[in-house]
């Protein structure tokens, strides 16, 4: 199974693909669209979209555009804001985050979880900044360390993170304010490594035997097990609300 679809299955049962409950969700998109609501929203990453159609559904003067690599996420995308009535106020986007552009800035940029698509925290937002209208707003997601982690969970996770204290200054120095922000508890976080894991073995056990079936055990029982071993213990994730300073080029 390609990683894609193994990643597809694992969060069918969560709200959006990020340790964030639908509480957290709604208010964070409240918080971006507070003033914004009739304009332009764009997600980097979007995946199948949730952050966008329910954006769509509970805004109906906002217009939207999703970006992401992968057709099939972008399939259902399309069919879950066909399903709620929501298709004509949606553009979605088969490409690399890196070579989207607009001749139309947007109100507000979603970016949760997939910094990495750019290189990193700091590319991702110098890529935002020209996407980005006057007085437009950032909804951006991004893990970091709560404590010095072991080596194992730095192999797994990457090198490229550090710590919430450390992630805010790299924001900041990128020219970016925080407004507002979410640190996801420990009960949304665990919440988060159940479903991913939960949700790819239910699958899989429906499955007939074969090497679909079998890669889907393996790779949740591998996630459990460096969740549970490596990381749970350091792992963090906020949300924050920026707005570019003098520095981050907006607009």
């Not at 290189?119 to 209208?133: E, K, M």
């Not at 982690?149 to 992630?167: D, I, M, V």
């Not at 990128?174 to 919440?191: I, M, N, Q």
Request: with cysteine.
């Amino acid at each position: 199974m390609e990683r894609h679809e193994i990643s597809r299955i694992a969060h069918r049962d969560h709200p959006v693909a990020a340790p964030l409950s639908d509480e957290s969700v709604r208010e964070l998109l409240e918080r971006l669209l507070r003033g914004r609501s009739d304009g332009r929203l764009l997600d980097l990453g979007c995946g199948e979209a949730p952050w966008l159609v329910r954006a769509l559904a509970a805004h109906p003067a906002l217009r939207a555009v999703g970006v992401d690599t992968d057709p099939a996420a972008l399939r259902t995308a399309l069919h879950t804001a066909q399903r709620l009535g929501v298709a004509r106020r949606i553009g979605l986007h088969h490409r690399d985050v890196r070579e989207f552009s607009t001749a139309e800035p947007f109100d507000a940029v979603l970016c949760v979880g997939a910094t990495h698509a750019f290189g990193g925290l700091g590319p991702a937002l110098a890529a935002i900044g020209p996407l980005l209208a006057p007085g437009g707003a950032v909804l951006l997601g991004e893990s970091y360390w709560e404590r010095e982690p072991p080596a194992r969970a730095r192999e797994l996770l990457g090198e490229g993170l550090t710590g919430l204290a450390g992630t805010l200054a790299a924001v900041e120095a990128a020219g970016w304010l925080p407004v507002a922000g979410h640190t996801s508890t420990r009960a949304e976080l665990d919440a988060y490594e159940w479903s991913w894991t939960g949700s790819l073995t239910d699958w899989a056990l429906d499955q007939p035997p074969g090497p679909d079936r079998e890669a889907a055990l393996h790779a949740a029982a591998e996630h459990r097990r460096e969740w549970l071993d490596a990381y749970r213990d350091c792992f963090g994730f906020v949300t924050l609300l920026l707005r570019p300073g003098s520095r981050a080029g907006a607009g």
